[in-house]
């Protein structure tokens, strides 16, 4: 086979062998009637996409969240997307379970047709642009990310920018490339997680330095075409105005310190590069955490630079090889080594300066760096294969063993150094290698205190915490049968599992080498050897399937939730996932945060050891206005007296409107691993169900209780907040939509009317008479961060509260404006480039 067939790959038929792979890297997800649950699917994304879900069936923008907690700004928070065309279109069709699995594939599908598209930009041949295309979109990075939405949402837009700089690069584009780019740099960003947009950004600015550099079509005409590929990031802003206003004036009121340990926090390391060759090394058994992650302030879910053996060799084949495409290849180096530089952040001199700067400053996680360096690795092996195939290399074979036999010792020395550690902790005399380990751990960019006996002292640590179990069964690794987890015992089981695959698949490339003088055979057994890693690595998914119906219909505890009245609040430990049975959550979970009342919210989440103290905690729950809270999953054990016990303690009380033990092993898969829910032990949790009655929201504070200015002085303290509401008048609050709320009030005289909701600047409050004269009142920040409103004196009014939504007017009057003046100079470029045909002619 040679680079003449590519006439045998139709267009359709390659980007048709792409869907088809990664369709099959997801089954069951989406057309095997599977829907992705666990991770932050279920405890952060689907929970705020079934409020988009319905705020879009009832035809209005979800301005003001008042699912989350005590509400949120739910445009300006970002997450939800709501100006992104495709969650529009598949959340105002679907039902909320069945958009978030179309989306997942949709997006899967379209990152790795823009990497085949991307490749192919670069010179690659359609054989080669497909193997960019699965090596991409069956990544590790997509991999470990697919809990999280917004990491496939606004990764799939980025080979299709980095497609289009390139084109404008190499002067092979037309005059509507740098509009073109303008417009995908601003979709991406409207999904709300601008990290990886802006890496985006800047892997086209490293691509453009690297045409500078190796001076692609000259040196002046290389600069000019910088300057069309840096522009259009400017327009992408103004045309994603409408995201990005009012999430910057979020942004402002929830700016937390960004210090060093914030920036440098979840970096890849040095050490955990090795994943390059060995992905599932560190990433299976809960027992590496504490000793090999935890150390260097990073997780195994935000570290997996693979794009598989067998595209890592080829794209270093390309690089050491580039044949005609040497231009690209040398600009694709440029951006592999800023995006692996990047990611490895505080381990990396100049990242004290650099983390400073507009941009890097704004992001930890430089680990997510790793989306620049995978998507380069991916277009390169495109190439390498091409090379391949063309006989460019002399003896393809023999690299590809000494590429074996280097990953293979890559490998060896990773686990020798973890050996030669445990083993000489095991003798005193070797005091000597201990220290060397000392000044090594010393050496990091952290000054934590860590030492190498404690260390030492987490490997030998028993271990039977419910969740450790669980995720060590998930991982399918075998589980002692009567004595707990260590990993000083268990570790020589644990090598062997999470390299089993990585060894077979060696084993495999070494025979396939034997092929290399057949170039057609090779190329294909390459090709197939590829697709079979990529596939064995998606058993490793750390996302859980679900059938794809109401997730309230599969939970016995969400369907409990979604009997209450919609906007019930609830003390529960599912994060934001009770929002899709339409009740709050009080502990909820946000990438901007505005904390309010975590005193009186850590008393409402104790397990009671008695009556009384069970009667503090529903105090407590009543105050923050949740009438549920669910409990669980309890194990036997975990509670004295076990969770039977536990619900005596509170029906003594005689407060609660019902007392309920409830079996859900669909609730208990989703947060502990379906795997483990079938377990002995996992069926054994069960939930309790505490629902408290209707619970006040609003309440009005006499002057002679507390003065204005105690209340706006109060940090929330917990003890002081539960006297204060306890001799209060508790008020009704109506809600006519989230962003317009009322109450009526008979007044003795002045005082304040405190509001359990989040105070935010686009709040405001207005007093109406009986004769329905509004006058506008200013909202006080009271009790640690509710609202509360003045009353000047005694009678009989309404206040209203209404969410004006200023910044996201100004966000769509700016998106609007320059999404006219985007179609104008697109239109006009079009009409310039029909007059001048030779405009687009490559350089």
Do not use: N
């Given at each position: 086979m040679d680079v003449s067939s590519d006439s045998r790959w139709a267009w359709s038929g390659g980007a048709a062998a792409v869907c088809v792979l990664l369709v099959g890297w997801l089954w069951p997800i989406g057309v095997g009637g599977a829907m992705p649950v666990g991770g932050d699917v279920t405890s952060f994304q689907i929970g705020l996409m079934a409020v988009l879900d319905e705020a879009l069936a009832e035809g209005r923008l979800p301005l003001w969240n008042d699912r989350w907690g005590f509400g949120?700004?739910?445009?300006a928070e970002s997450q939800m997307g709501v100006y992104y065309p495709p969650h529009a279109t598949l959340y105002g069709l679907l039902g909320v379970e069945a958009a978030y699995t179309a989306s997942m594939v949709l997006h899967v599908l379209w990152g790795g047709l823009g990497a085949r598209w991307a490749a192919r930009r670069f010179g690659a041949s359609e054989a080669g642009a497909v193997l960019s295309g699965v090596s991409w979109g069956a990544s590790g990075f997509f991999l470990i990310h697919l809990p999280h939405q917004w990491a496939y949402t606004v990764g799939s837009w980025t080979p299709w920018a980095w497609g289009l700089g390139w084109s404008i690069l190499s002067g092979s584009s037309g005059r509507k490339a740098p509009w073109l780019l303008s417009a995908v740099l601003a979709v991406q960003i409207l999904p709300g997680h601008f990290q990886l947009a802006f890496c985006t950004q800047v892997g086209l600015l490293a691509m453009a330095a690297g045409?500078?550099?190796?001076?692609?079509?000259?040196?002046?005409a290389a600069m000019r075409r910088s300057a069309l590929v840096a522009l259009p990031m400017a327009g992408a802003f103004l045309l994603a105005s409408a995201q990005v206003v009012p999430t910057f004036q979020l942004a402002r009121l929830a700016e937390t310190q960004r210090d060093y340990e914030y920036l440098?926090?979840?970096?890849?390391?040095?050490?955990?590069?090795?994943?390059?060759v060995a992905p599932e090394l560190f990433h299976r058994s809960p027992l590496w955490r504490p000793i090999a992650w935890d150390p260097f302030h990073t997780s195994p879910e935000e570290n997996l630079v693979y794009v598989g053996l067998v595209p890592l060799f080829l794209a270093l084949g390309a690089i050491a090889r580039p044949g005609p495409s040497a231009g690209a290849v040398r600009v694709l180096v440029v951006v592999l080594a800023a995006g692996l530089v990047l990611g490895l952040g505080p381990y990396v001199p100049g990242f004290v300066a650099y983390s400073r700067w507009p941009g890097f400053s704004f992001f930890r996680g430089p680990a997510r760096w790793g989306i620049v360096a995978t998507l380069a690795l991916s277009i390169?092996?495109?190439?390498?294969?091409?090379?391949?195939r063309r006989g460019d290399w002399r003896r393809p074979g023999i690299s590809l063993v000494m590429f074996v036999f280097g990953a293979g010792a890559w490998i060896g020395l990773v686990l020798g150094l973890f050996e030669l550690a445990i083993r000489a902790g095991d003798r005193p005399v070797d005091s000597g290698i201990i220290t060397a380990y000392q000044l090594a751990l010393d050496a990091r960019p952290w000054d934590d205190g860590v030492t190498v006996v404690d260390l030492l002292g987490e490997a030998r640590r028993p271990r039977n915490d419910l969740h450790m179990v669980a995720d060590q069964e998930n991982a399918g690794l075998p589980l002692p049968s009567a004595t707990p987890l260590r990993f000083d015992r268990d570790r020589v089981g644990i090598y062997r599992a999470e390299l089993s695959t990585t060894a077979g698949l060696m084993l495999a490339a070494v025979g396939l080498a034997l092929l290399s003088g057949r170039r057609g055979a090779f190329s294909a057994g390459l090709l197939a050897l590829a697709v079979v890693d990529l596939g064995l690595l998606a058993r490793r998914r750390p996302i859980d399937e679900a059938p794809i119906r109401p997730l309230a219909e599969q939970s016995a505890v969400l369907g409990a939730l979604s009997r209450m009245p919609v906007g019930t609040r609830t003390i529960d430990p599912m994060q934001n996932l009770a929002m899709v049975a339409g009740v709050s959550p009080v502990l909820s979970y946000r990438t901007l945060d505005l904390p309010v009342q975590p005193g009186l919210s850590a008393i409402a989440q104790v397990l009671p050891r008695d009556a009384p103290e069970a009667g503090t905690v529903l105090d407590a729950q009543r105050a923050l206005g949740a009438r549920g809270r669910v409990i669980g999953p309890i194990s036997p054990g975990m509670v004295p007296g076990g969770i039977d016990a536990l619900a005596d303690r509170f029906d003594e009380t005689g407060r609660l409107e019902s007392v309920e033990v409830v079996d859900d092993p669909a609730?208990?898969?989703?947060?502990?691993?379906?795997r483990f829910s079938k377990l002995p032990a996992g069926r054994a949790v069960r939930f309790l169900l505490l629902d408290a009655g209707p619970t006040p929201r609003a309440w009005f504070l006499p002057s002679d209780l507390a003065d204005a200015g105690r209340l706006r002085a109060s940090r929330g303290e917990p003890g002081e907040l539960l006297d204060l509401l306890a001799d209060a008048r508790p008020l009704v609050l109506r809600s006519r939509s989230p962003e317009h709320l009322e109450l009526d009030m008979d007044?003795?005289?002045?005082?304040?009317?405190?509001v359990a909701q989040l105070d935010y600047p686009e709040w405001h409050a207005s007093w109406v008479d009986p004769a329905g004269d509004a006058n506008p009142m200013a909202i006080d920040r009271v009790l640690g961060g509710w609202q509360g409103v003045r009353v000047q004196g005694p009678g009989r009014r309404t206040l209203r509260l209404d969410y004006e939504g200023r910044a996201e007017r100004w966000g769509l009057v700016i998106s609007a404006v320059s999404w006219s003046a985007w179609g104008l100079g697109l239109a006009l470029s079009a009409r310039r480039g029909r007059r001048s045909p030779r405009a687009g002619a490559p350089a």
């Open positions: 949120f700004p739910g445009v045409s500078v550099l190796s001076g692609v079509g000259g040196r002046r440098s926090g979840f970096a890849s390391t040095p050490l955990h590069l090795v994943s390059l390169l092996a495109g190439l390498g294969f091409d090379a391949v609730l208990t898969g989703w947060m502990l691993g379906t007044a003795e005289g002045p005082g304040t009317v405190a």
